[in-house]
C-alpha cells in the first residue's frame, strides 16, 4: 500500500523554466491538497481539489496551477519558476466524510524539494 | 486572523519529559492536531483533540488544551531518541479540512 506519492523528489530549475510536481494516492480518497513548506514557517496551503475535475485556491495559490484529471492524481505546475518558489513541496488526501471519530485525518506524501536558481 | 504559533526549538535528556506548546488564534475551531515530520520524510498524524476536551491520553502522549486562552500543549512522558522531529500544532477552521498548520516545534533528544 503506496499511499501517497510524489514525484520528482528533487528537481532544480532555472527562473522561467516550467514544470510540473505529480501527486499519487492510492487510497481512493476524495480531497487532495497541495501546500508549500518554508523555513520558520508552516504548511501553507497552495491549492485543494474536493474531487476528480475539480480545484480551488487556498492561501498562496500565484504562481502555480493544478489539474485533477482523474481522482488518484493531482497535479501541480509552476509555468514561470521563481526564486521565491524554492520550497519542499507536500502532497496530502483524505477520504470524504469525518474519518477517524470525527476527525478529518491528512495522509501525506514525503514531499518535493524544488530548488529555482 | 488565523494565525497558530509554537516555539521553534526544544531540546530534552532522553528519559525526560518533553512540552511542545501552541497557541491559535480561531476560537471556533473544531479539532487541533499534533502531526509528527521525521527527517525527509512527510508529516504523519500523532494525535488530535476535539474542542470540547480539556485532555487526551494516549500512551506516553497527553494533550491538553485550554480553550479560554486558545493553548495546546503535547506532553510525551519519558522521551526517547526516536521521538527527535518536528512536530507542528494545526487547528482545522472552516470546510475542506483546511488545516492552519504552526511552523513546528524541532524537539532534539540527547542522551
Known amino acids: 500500500n503506496a499511499g501517497v506519492t510524489q514525484t520528482p523528489k528533487f528537481r532544480v530549475l532555472k527562473t522561467g523554466q516550467s514544470m510540473t510536481l505529480l501527486c499519487a494516492q492510492d487510497?481512493?480518497?476524495?480531497?487532495m491538497y497541495w501546500y508549500r513548506q518554508d523555513p520558520g514557517m508552516g504548511l501553507r496551503l497552495i491549492h485543494y481539489s474536493v474531487g476528480e475535475g475539480t480545484t480551488a485556491k487556498g492561501e498562496v495559490p500565484d504562481g502555480y496551477n493544478v489539474s485533477r484529471l482523474k481522482k488518484q492524481n493531482f497535479l501541480l505546475g509552476l509555468e514561470s519558476a521563481a526564486p521565491s518558489q524554492t520550497s519542499v513541496y507536500f502532497c496530502?488526501?483524505?477520504?470524504?466524510?469525518?474519518?477517524?471519530?470525527?476527525?478529518?485525518?491528512?495522509?501525506f506524501g514525503a514531499g518535493s524539494r524544488l530548488t529555482v536558481l | 486572523g488565523e494565525d497558530v504559533e509554537q516555539s521553534l526549538f526544544l531540546s530534552v535528556r532522553e528519559g525526560d519529559s518533553s512540552v511542545i506548546n501552541c497557541t491559535y488564534t480561531?476560537?471556533?475551531?473544531?479539532?487541533l492536531y499534533w502531526y509528527k515530520q521525521e527527517p525527509g520524510a512527510g508529516l504523519q498524524l500523532l494525535t488530535y483533540i476535539f474542542s470540547n476536551m480539556d485532555m487526551k491520553q494516549d500512551q506516553r502522549l497527553t494533550v491538553l488544551l485550554n480553550k479560554k486562552d486558545k493553548h495546546l500543549s503535547l506532553r510525551i512522558a519519558d522521551t526517547q531518541t526516536g521521538d527527535s522531529a518536528i512536530y507542528f500544532c494545526?487547528?482545522?477552521?472552516?470546510?475542506?479540512?483546511?488545516?492552519?498548520f504552526g511552523a513546528g516545534t524541532r524537539l532534539a533528544v540527547h542522551p
Open positions: 494545526a487547528e482545522s477552521i472552516g470546510g475542506y479540512n483546511k488545516l492552519i
Open positions: 487510497m481512493n480518497h476524495e480531497y
Open positions: 480561531d476560537s471556533s475551531s473544531t479539532y
Open positions: 496530502a488526501s483524505r477520504p470524504y466524510g469525518q474519518g477517524i471519530a470525527g476527525a478529518n485525518v491528512l495522509t
